[in-house]
Every structure is written in structure tokens, then in C-alpha cells.
T-cell receptor, first 113, second 117 residues
């Protein structure tokens, strides 16, 4: 089954404790992207990757890092999480940067205390 | 910067009604526009993708139109059902060379639809 898988789905952590949210897709997609969704602000793009070893900033990259060492994986790294990073995070992928539908993961709800 | 607006923010209708959800965008230089559905606590499910060269796309009871020159898209839902209750979002991908970069994607804030029996 074609899918985008995120882990963990739910996480409560404390300020400053490094964490990684993993994202994996099984569709051989070139394009992958991370978004955060906050009430009243909608979905905002954090980082995206157009292929292996190619990443770029979205609208709200501060406090986040990403890497794209393999085509299927695009982890989101919070080196020193802060309470303002409490949010619902989504990973998405598509065949190319402008090709095909965008497929989303189920989301990861992160709470930073 | 591209801005995407969805009106109305919320809509509540009885079952069986035909509905129109609106999406407008400020920069007409788009590559494509995609409509999504989001159920509470879930991810986004793609409904329809319209390329900039297309005028409309249809899937079952859903029809999406695109008027690039006026910066508008509409999602038409025929014979609405309670199972259609969800938040509907539109997103646009800008074209290269207009102060934006390939790979960017801009979302509206969605229309929360409730269809009651």
C-alpha cells in the first residue's frame, strides 16, 4: 500500500531535549516536505526536499533541521525544542517537485513542556 | 508572496444540498492547485489536482474548477452527505521565476464543512 509513515504519532517532551520525527514513503517519490499546522494559522511549510541531498527552507524553518540521505526518508530534527514548537506536524511527498498529487502522513502531535 | 484565501471559513448545511467552496490566490502564476480533505485528528487526503492548463477536474460527486487569470478555484460538492463533513483545504504550487522557488506550496486555512442529516 502506498503510504507516508510518520513516527512518533504523539510525543510529549521537555524544552531542550533533542528529538527526531521520522518520515518514510514507499512510492519512490523525489519530493518530500514538512508542515506544521496550528489553530488560526493553517498549514505552514517548514522544509522541503526535491531529491536526495537537496533541501531548502520553507516559511518557518527556524528551530528545525532536516536531512535527505536516502530517497525514502526525510527526518525532521528539533535540536533544542521550545514550547512554541508545540504543534501538529505533517510530512508529505509527491513524485516530483511539481508533478503529481501530494500525499500526506497521518501527522505527529508534538507537545513541548 | 502567494496568499491563499478560503471562503467561507465554516459552512453548515442539511444533507442533500449542493455546495460550493471557494479558494482564491493572489498570484496567478501557479503550476497546479490541489484540493484536500482533512478529518479531525487526521492527515490530509487528496481530492483533486488541477494543472494550470486545465479548467476543471471531476471525481464522483466532486468537481473542481480553476480560473487562473482571476485567481480562483471552486470545489463543487453535489448531493452532500453527512460523511462529507470535514475541513476542505486548497493549496497552490507557484511556478518558477516569480520570486518563488519550485517546491514551495501555499495552503488556505480551510473551510470546515458540517452536513447534518
Amino acid at each position: 500500500e502506498a503510504q507516508v509513515t510518520q513516527n512518533p504519532r504523539y510525543l510529549i517532551t521537555v524544552t531542550g531535549k533533542k528529538l527526531t520525527v521520522t518520515c518514510s514513503q514507499n512510492m519512490n517519490h523525489e519530493y518530500m516536505s514538512w508542515y506544521r499546522q496550528d489553530p488560526g494559522l493553517g498549514l505552514r511549510q517548514i522544509y522541503y526536499s526535491m531529491n536526495v541531498e537537496v533541501t531548502d527552507k520553507g516559511d518557518v524553518p527556524e528551530g528545525y533541521k532536516v536531512s535527505r540521505k536516502e530517497k525514502r526518508n526525510f527526518p525532521l530534527i528539533l535540536e533544542s525544542p521550545s514550547p512554541n514548537q508545540t504543534s501538529l506536524y505533517f510530512c508529505a511527498s509527491s513524485l516530483g517537485q511539481n508533478t503529481g498529487e501530494l500525499f500526506f502522513g497521518e501527522g505527529s502531535r508534538l507537545t513541548v513542556l | 508572496k502567494q496568499e491563499v484565501t478560503q471562503i467561507p471559513a465554516a459552512l453548515s448545511v442539511p444533507e442533500g444540498e449542493n455546495l460550493v467552496l471557494n479558494c482564491s490566490f493572489t498570484d496567478s502564476a501557479i503550476y497546479n492547485l490541489q484540493w484536500f480533505r482533512q478529518d479531525p485528528g487526521k492527515g490530509l487526503t487528496s481530492l483533486l489536482l488541477i494543472q494550470s492548463s486545465q479548467r476543471e477536474q471531476t471525481s464522483g460527486r466532486l468537481n473542481a474548477s480553476l480560473d487562473k487569470s482571476s485567481g480562483r478555484s471552486t470545489l463543487y460538492i453535489a448531493a452532500s452527505q453527512p460523511g462529507d463533513s470535514a475541513t476542505y483545504l486548497c493549496a497552490v504550487r507557484p511556478t518558477l521565476g516569480r520570486g518563488s522557488t519550485l517546491g514551495r506550496l501555499y495552503f488556505g486555512r480551510g473551510t470546515q464543512l458540517t452536513v447534518w442529516p
